[in-house]
């Protein structure tokens, strides 16, 4: 995680190293700082905390460089104190790291063995050493990068500059995004597009293992094998880029308001809107007949909505769905079958574990399909298909516009491979894509009721626990409420099928703990109706999120409910109920008086494993 800048400008460069930190700060946000050099000299200025206590730091430590690097930290190795804070310093080169260097412990005992002095607990500062050491012994400053990168072990991206040289940028990646931007005011490097939209009007991104020198007249870059090569130069285009609160408080209420139009630009992406059909903007790689299974693997919020996937596959398509968390996926070293399609989902496309199970599929001959937020990502960029999802930006940490649009993609996919495999009619396939066209139109008017969550919120947060009971896609979405609310306010949630119930968790059944039922009204809804009933006779703390059908026919005594509108049916429904399950954890965040955007510890691109 983490996220690097560099620039190469023509006047002093410290407060668009710090424009384009701040579009960065969703990668980490424990500790700040800046390097520029001053009269050819390296001068830093770090800060631990966000990164208004390096600008409030700045505001009086004043810098004029024109030649500056830049870093806001998600701690790996070290606390994220200002001496562990970014840049880190050797003699006359200074670097901003972004991922973990494993073999650092070895490299760091033999510099110290050659006198070297540390000063942080970071893995990134032997980076710097060895690159002075390189300087010591008489090389340029590119050979003593190239001879650095090939002792590194690990995943990373990099950012150099050097005392005395006011001209020279140098970035390298492996395994962690490195971009290079070009804009009227300079050259610059940057951990993605976001960060350089303001500034660059064309950019190149460096492919894995590649190096880059950059002088703001030239740039050459390099491959693992240090040989030159041409990477390709494309347009940025800064309006597709903005990223304000507009009138909301939090990016992350921009967020889920901007739902109904997000899922919908999606939805008209992947369907014919004027016949009611599925028209997907690409073709199969693979001829969908012939599949013998999917699997799926993503992290967090994504790997909830291959879950809800799932039943969607299994159902319309007839496809038999393996999925697995992408951290253990690979690791469990799963057979894969021939005519397997992976579909891998991740809304930065730059997770570690999710590209590792890509990559792990690759190898296994998978046909392969990644649903993902960012095109020009590393995942993007290694897929056989990219399925986008039109969700724009998405700031706020806790993933909500990105969820939806996964979900919407994913229904399309659903449809279409049925279509493909002769399980759907023309006519069921129209019945099916008029539900999803309807589900925009349902979500807003949801949005519509936000007045009625908060009474509920303000009870919500009085707990230590919660838990989240659903069935059918409803499960899957119970675990992702209760992933919301817990790195959202910091209040222990599970979610669980609402079936399991009996099977242990009954045994936390008090009034402290409040249980919020998701019953939407389907199949399974007098099911979940009696799981519901088993809590009240326990005297549980029940808060119903659904109909008023299903609230009668709950006959308990609700500490809480949310209604959902009844014709929110079918099985769409996790995608407009995914609406008051988000702005549950919202509002109990909020009224908490916590820092919902950033909320502690997190990161919102996790390039480590
Ligand atoms: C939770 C959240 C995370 C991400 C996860 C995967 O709100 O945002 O769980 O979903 O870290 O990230 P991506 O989708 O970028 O691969």
Redesign the pocket.
Known sequence: MCGIVGILGKGPVAGDLIEALKRLEYRGYDSAGVATLENGRIVRVRASGKLKNLEEKLATEKLSGAAGIGHTRWATHGKPTESNAHPHASDKVVVVHNGIIENFRELREELQGRGHRFASETDSEVVAHLVSDGLKAGATPQDAVAATLKRLKGAFALAFLFEGENDLLIGARRGSPLAVGWGEEGVYLGSDALALAPFANSIAYLDEGDWVVLRRESSEFHNADDAIVERRRQPLQAGSFLVEKGNFRHFMAKEIFEQPEVIGRTLAHYLDLAEGVVRLPFDFSFDPARLSRVTIS??????YAGLVARYWLERFARLSVDIDIASEFRYRDPPLPDDGLMIV???????AD?LAALRYAKQHNQHTLAIVNVDTSTIARESDIVARTLAGPEIG???TK??TCQLAVFACLALALGRARGVLTREQERELVAELIATPGQMAEELNREAQIEPVARDVARATSSLYLGRGPSFPLAMEGA??LK?LSYIHAEGYAAGELKHGPIALIDYAMPVIVLAPPDASLEKTVSNLQEVAARGGHLILIGPPSARTAAAAELAGYVEVAENVSGPFAALVYAAPVQLLAYHVAVFMGKDVDQPRNLA???TVE
């Open positions: 993503a992290c967090g919020t994504a790997f989902v991740s809304q930065s496309g730059e997770t999710t940490v806790a993933s990105a969820f992933l919301k790195e919102k691109s996790v």
